[in-house]
């Protein structure tokens, strides 16, 4: 059974543009999560869609956002790209959601803001 | 207060020896605990999990939850080289509704194995 994929791996933007990251779960997985990765803040929740509704936000601002689609698959958008979301990106997906369910991550999507 | 702390380490076993992790958390009423393992420039991968009190086996892990005093740990038998990486403990939080769809993380602890 494939993994939890994401794209692309790398990215660099410069300050004040704008980027769109894709997630595709382990297929039959309908939960979908992402997090962000800093080595000051350690693993931070960004927000969890399950049948394409958003149920849970983290505490990031507006500039943050995400979708899923009817395949379960997610994109997230960063706008007006600052320094400081220079990050590494984990989505992760469970067969639903809730206490019992084990999330699995992808790779992640490493992003460069110059 | 930190929801889910952890010591940072770095935690030095040498190869053979039983490597214990640790990991505190906050909320009482926490009904899931996860153990990530996540090696430098990797994701994180899953270990374990637990969700009552006692000890769950696996291999050469062992996680043990402790609700009462808030407690969780990994315990990792005969450590191997390849175990080197960093360990981060995962906590579901209580409550109902959209709070109950995420994962609160410690900020890890790295455990080297020496050869």
């Known amino acids: 059974k494939a993994g939890v994929t994401q794209t692309p791996r790398y990215l660099i933007k410069t300050r004040g543009q704008q980027v769109t990251l894709s997630c595709s779960p382990i297929s039959g997985h309908r939960s979908v999560s992402w997090y962000q990765q800093t080595p000051g803040q350690g693993l931070q929740f960004l927000f969890e869609y399950f049948s394409e509704t958003q149920r849970n936000k983290g505490n990031f601002p507006g500039r943050f956002s995400g979708r899923q689609f009817s395949n379960s698959r997610s994109e997230m958008n960063v706008s007006t790209l600052e320094l400081g979301d220079s990050a590494l990106y984990l989505c992760?997906?469970?067969?639903?959601?809730?206490?019992?369910?084990?999330?699995?991550f992808g790779p992640g999507t490493r992003l460069t803001v110059l | 207060q930190k929801e889910v702390e952890q010591n940072s380490g770095p935690l030095s076993v040498p190869e053979g020896a039983i490597a214990s992790l640790n990991c505190t958390y906050s909320d009482r009423g926490s009904q899931s605990f996860f153990w990530y393992r996540q090696y430098s420039g990797k994701s994180p991968e899953l270990i374990m999990s637990?969700?009552?009190?006692g000890d769950k086996e696996d291999g050469r892990f062992t996680a043990q939850l402790n609700k009462a005093s808030q407690y969780v740990s990994l315990l990792i038998r005969d450590s191997q080289p390849s175990d080197s990486a960093t360990y981060l403990c995962a906590v579901h939080p209580p409550g109902g509704g959209g709070s109950n769809y995420k994962l609160t993380f410690g900020k890890g602890t790295l455990l080297t194995v020496n050869p």
């Open positions: 992760a997906s469970s067969i639903l959601a809730g206490p019992y369910n084990e999330q699995f």
């Open positions: 637990i969700y009552s009190n």
